[in-house]
């Protein structure tokens, strides 16, 4: 083969060469632009910060209780004749609960009297026996050892009087005790026998408890305070109570007894907190959030927690600045209550804030605003 030929040979497998590798790129070009999916703008929705009042707070959970609550036990033993309240019966102090068969007491109380009134006969007339002694020893119309009989006689006769009527007033206080007495008021929470039931008054005895009685006009709940904590105590303000019963009311409540010791086991110390109840809406056993406020900030720029980011550096929020492109914001957070955080720094009044969206942006992106 003559060398004009080779040169043009070797050309014309060159070109063919580049040729081969242009349409290789270009296929493998178009097939990535047919695979190539584009990436929506995400579509964000914007808020100001708004003023308010927020508050510093600790929370606990507890049980509500009743300020006040007894377990009722017969004082003496017998049979239930009547029972004149039931389960939820508001009664008053001093209300009779129930009667406990009195055949037996009235019938101590009646001899307990009449040795009462024997023994006050025998007091008058051995009184009556040393007085006139003393007269007639005056006289010496007797002998003393007749006077000093007579006297002690009469102190006999005192001791015996005084031991009657002690008997008698045991026996009238027993029979009083038939009436079961409400101590104070409050509600009846639970009844136990009914009548005919034979009660007895030994405390350790199965059918002993008659009632439970609980004063539901103020309630409590017990909070273990941790002991990092304890300092705050003295600076709580208010304390604010919520259960699941009525999910969109507050009560509120202040600290009354503190234990001023603290569980070795948990290293917290028992608070009680009462509550005012005179609509009878918290009951004893409800399950209840309660939060302590110790610090109350007014007028505080506040965002609510969850557009509030953090990342190694800090917290921050997503901005929106001109041609609708979202800015990472820093900003330094001061109290934080009830799902709001209180910005401090680095964010002001009329800064438009990613409020929806915030998970799908990231700084310098382009975003497409819902109005």
């Known amino acids: 083969m003559s060398k004009n030929r080779k040169k043009v040979y070797y050309y014309i497998t060159g070109v063919l060469v580049l040729l081969a590798i242009f349409v290789y790129l270009r296929l493998r070009a178009n097939a990535a632009d047919a695979t190539k999916v584009l990436r929506p703008i995400p579509t964000v ?93 005056s006289q010496n119309l007797i002998a003393k050892q007749d006077l000093d009989n007579s006297e002690a006689a009469y102190k006999v006769a005192l001791a015996q009087e005084q031991a009657a009527a002690a008997t008698m007033k045991n026996a009238e206080i027993q029979l009083g005790y038939c009436r079961v007495q409400a101590p104070f008021t409050g509600y009846v929470t639970r009844r136990f026998f009914d009548p005919g039931t034979y009660v007895t008054s030994s405390t350790n005895a199965t059918s002993s408890t008659l009632f439970y009685l609980a004063d539901l006009n103020k309630v409590k709940v017990l909070v273990n305070v941790l002991e990092e904590d304890i300092p705050l105590l003295p600076k709580v303000e208010d304390a604010q109570i919520k259960v699941d019963a009525y999910p969109s009311m507050v009560f509120h409540g202040k600290i009354t007894r503190v234990s001023q010791q603290l569980d070795l086991s948990t290293r917290t110390m028992p608070v009680e907190v009462d509550i005012d109840n005179p609509h009878g809406l918290l009951k004893p056993g409800m399950f209840a959030n309660v939060d302590l406020i110790f610090d109350r900030v007014d007028n505080a720029l506040v965002l609510p927690s969850q557009v509030v980011l953090k990342d190694d550096s800090g917290s921050y929020v997503y901005t929106l600045g001109a041609g609708d492109i979202v800015h990472k914001n820093y900003v330094k957070i001061g109290v934080t209550h009830d799902n709001d955080d209180q910005v401090i720094s680095g964010l002001n009044d009329n800064a438009p804030v990613v409020f929806m969206g915030y998970d799908m942006v990231h700084d310098g992106m382009k975003v497409r605003v819902a109005r």
């Open 45 to 137: 929705q914007i808020s100001d910060p708004h003023r308010g009042s927020i508050e510093r707070t600790i929370s606990f959970t507890g049980d509500i209780d009743a300020i006040q609550e007894a377990t009722i036990f017969p004082r003496v033993n017998g049979n239930i004749e009547e029972e004149y309240v039931n389960i939820g019966s508001y009664v008053r102090k001093g209300e009779i609960l129930a009667l406990i068969d009195t055949a037996v007491y009235s019938e101590n109380v009646r001899q307990a009297r009449g040795v009462y009134l024997q023994a006050r006969a025998t007091l008058e007339n051995d009184k009556l026996t040393y007085e006139r002694n003393k007269s007639l020893l």
